[in-house]
């Protein structure tokens, strides 16, 4: 939102009311509050007839630093919050003659004392992160609307890159942009996001989170250049200022604050199909596509029914549509004796004709307006409500009806919608401020259906595939990408997406394998494929078409198998990493930046990604197979066609659909196993150690997991000489290694 015309004029309507000067201070323990004036001082009488703001720092953790500015404390100020994780930690608080310090680790905010020159800024260690100066925080007052506003501006250095706030398909870095932070059921090839995380994080290495469920609007060097501006309608303004000492350790730094990602199952990690959208099915088209997959030796691990498993109007009843599956507990045996994984279409939208809607209206469990009465609308289903989860009776009673499709045999669910909140008229359970809900109700709809697969399938079995999030949805993984189109243009902007969800805490992101929308070529498909199976989770779906890949080519079948066949060898390695996600933050699919933040070419790249710590995908984005990539620094060589490139530089290759840029990393050791029909087994027996390029003196450390997410075998490598020195412990000792590197590889105890 922007509040000037320019950088020297307001807009008419607004009535500033700034952070002048340094007016005194209060400390306690671990908090310092500031008193703001917002007019210099010069005699007692200039005290008078003046707003004045009040700023409170505290420390949650260790590296992070929060920020509480008020104009009328007195305001109401209702939740939801989001859920922020608090720890014991020391903060100093030093006072000199011109300024006071507030520290917390490494990080520290100094405040400037000197009379009309009212400045804030953030240093980690002796480097300056950013600041708020000159009519930078302030109190804005529309006089025409009689709405207020609080807003603050962040500097942004020569050179510097904002990235992140969540799920954006706009360009990758984010200067230049307004972003409000409001899910919209819009998809991709748009401004408008499922995922609207109110964080964002920049080259220099430091992130800011903006601690409010509703509308936070940014003006990303969009209105004063020079700045980073968010803003909040109300009285209050939070924000976090988190530095981990680098941008990975300031994303693992958010995640402690906000909470970690659920480690998922290791099966669901294999290829997922789906029934599209609005295509014509039922059991027999379900069971051919099954059958189809196996008759061409495709891997297949679970199977996917979207919204028409339940009859048309009464999304959601959670009841079988009798008409296309007259025996839905006896299909879902068959399909687990084939080794499948069962997921359905759920959301929390209650259409009238459903029988639950009158049970939730007479049980008070839906959405009411002020005057009592149920909210309705048109939108998506006839006459549909939505279920009110601050209500914990209501939460209770939607988890009761998931739980009998769980005793039925259904394994996950996903959680579509959650975005199509009303914000006007209406009253929750709680109480709870509804334009905060709006984005926030997603959160309570996917912690009730994670909590509930938790609960009776146990820690480490649940997943789901969820459409929508806000602060803290990474607790819940999966999260898919979407709605995308058939085209490469989307695909890239699929990318775009996920590399922005990754570096807002979400350590797992996927989507839909050749685009939702219209129907891929067959070449597209092809390199989706490549692309979808080389993301942390697989999953074939569309709109009105069908995926399964016989309906495109031949050939697509047999790309298809090829790249399910490399994922399941490649779980050692990436369930390692899923591991590493949950216990750190880290995510597992990420942009450049993130691991080679000194390499100034990595801070813009948008079409390739790391997955993992050791492998560089770049997907292919144009039917004559070229593609351009960035190397930094060191001897990669491609896993799938062993070729060795020198990094510090562009390349340009051209691959036909049975490889792509596929790169190891130097200096490591990549674990893959024996299976190349299963996502889940045992990763220890039978693995290969793919060992890369070893530079002097360089070193790394590969745990192996079970498929618990338990530690089972240790590999450490270090560069001696001409030798790789190789130490293995745990496993079942029959390994094999593999040499892509110019060394001789040495074992030792």
């Avoid at 805490?505 to 080389?534: M, N, V």
């Amino acid at each position: 939102m922007k509040f000037t015309n320019g950088y020297w004029l307001l807009r008419e309507e607004m009535k500033p009311a700034y952070a002048v000067e340094y007016g005194g201070h209060r400390a306690d323990d671990n908090s310092l509050t500031l008193y703001l004036p917002g007019k210099h001082i010069t005699d007692r009488g200039d005290c008078l007839n003046i707003p004045m703001l009040t700023v409170t720092l505290t420390s949650p953790m260790k590296g992070v630093i929060k920020v509480s500015a008020v104009h009328h404390a007195g305001a109401l100020y209702q939740g939801p919050f989001a859920e922020i994780n608090q720890e014991d930690t020391q903060v100093e608080i030093r006072e000199t003659q011109d300024q006071l310090i507030y520290g917390t680790g490494s990080l520290k905010a100094v405040i400037d004392k000197t009379p009309n020159a009212y400045k804030m800024a953030f240093y980690e260690g002796e480097t300056l992160l950013t600041e708020s100066s000159f009519r930078n925080l302030a109190h804005m007052y529309n006089q025409k609307t009689g709405k207020a506003y609080m807003l603050e501006q962040l500097s942004l250095d020569v050179g510097e890159y904002v990235y992140g706030l969540g799920e954006r398909f706009t360009p990758f870095v984010k200067n230049g942009q307004v972003v409000d932070m409001w899910n919209e059921d819009g998809g991709t090839a748009s401004e408008i996001a499922y995922k609207n995380i109110p964080f964002y994080i920049t080259s220099k290495g430091y992130g800011v989170l903006v601690d409010n469920e509703g509308d936070v609007s940014y003006e990303i060097a969009s209105e004063k250049v020079e700045r980073l501006q968010f803003s909040v309608e109300g009285e209050r303004l939070d924000y976090y200022v988190i530095s981990g000492g680098s941008p990975m350790g300031t994303v693992e730094k958010y995640t402690c604050l906000t909470g970690k990602p659920a480690l998922p199952p290791a099966w669901s990690f294999g290829l997922w199909l789906t029934t599209s959208f609005t295509t014509s099915y039922d059991e027999g088209t379900t069971s051919s596509f099954i059958q189809g997959m196996a008759d061409r030796d495709i891997p297949l691990h679970v199977f996917h029914f979207d919204c028409y498993w339940m009859e048309a109007y009464e999304w959601c009843n959670f009841t079988w549509d009798p008409k296309t599956f007259p025996d839905p507990r006896a299909m879902l045996q068959r399909y687990h004796d084939r080794g499948l994984k069962i997921c359905v279409w759920i959301n929390p939208y209650i259409g009238q004709k459903s029988p639950l809607f009158r049970e939730g209206m007479e049980r008070g469990y839906l959405i009411k307006k002020k005057d009592g009465s149920v909210w309705q609308t048109d939108l998506w289903q006839p006459g549909m409500a939505l279920v009110d989860f601050t209500n914990p009776d209501a939460a209770a009673w939607y988890q009761e009806k998931l739980k009998s499709l769980l005793d039925m045999g259904v394994d996950c669910f996903k959680t579509d919608f959650g975005e199509r909140v009303p914000v006007k008229d209406i009253v929750y359970y709680d109480n709870s401020d509804p334009v905060k809900m709006h984005n926030y109700y997603t959160y309570l709809y996917n912690q009730t259906v994670f909590e509930l697969l938790e609960r009776e399938r146990g820690k480490g079995e649940a997943v789901l595939f969820a459409r929508s999030a806000t602060v803290g949805g990474q607790k819940f993984p999966a999260h898919w990408g979407g709605d995308c189109s058939a085209t490469y243009v989307s695909m890239a902007e699929t990318l775009r997406g996920g590399l922005s969800l990754a570096l807002s805490g979400f350590g797992f992101w996927s989507h839909d394998i050749s685009g939702f929308e219209s129907t891929a070529t067959p070449d597209i498909y092809k390199r989706w494929c490549q692309f979808g199976l080389l993301s942390s989770h697989s999953r074939l779906h569309g709109s009105g078409s069908y995926r399964v890949p016989w309906l495109f080519d031949e050939e697509a079948c047999q790309i298809l198998k090829e790249f399910v066949n490399l994922k399941c060898r490649l779980m050692p390695y990436l369930y390692g990493q899923a591991v590493k996600a949950h216990t750190k933050g880290t995510p597992m699919l990420r942009p450049m930046f993130l691991d080679f933040s000194q390499d100034r070419a990595c801070h813009t790249l948008d079409l390739q990604y790391m997955m993992g710590d050791s492998l560089l995908v770049a997907p292919i984005f144009r039917a004559d197979g070229q593609v351009e990539y960035y190397l930094p620094k060191g001897t990669w060589v491609n896993l799938l066609t062993k070729e060795k490139k020198q990094g510090g530089a562009w390349q340009k290759e051209v691959h036909d659909y049975h490889t792509l840029p596929l790169m190891l990393r130097p200096n490591c050791v990549l674990p893959m196993g024996n299976n190349q029909e299963q996502p889940e087994y045992d990763f220890s027996d039978g693995l290969t150690l793919v060992v890369s390029q070893f530079e002097e003196g360089a070193q790394c450390q590969v745990d192996i997991p079970d498929s618990k997410g338990n530690s089972m075998m240790q590999v450490t490598a270090r560069r001696q000489g001409e030798k790789v020195l190789l130490s293995v412990t745990g496993g079942k000792g029959n390994y094999s290694v593999e040499n892509l590197g110019e060394q001789e590889i040495e074992i030792v105890d």
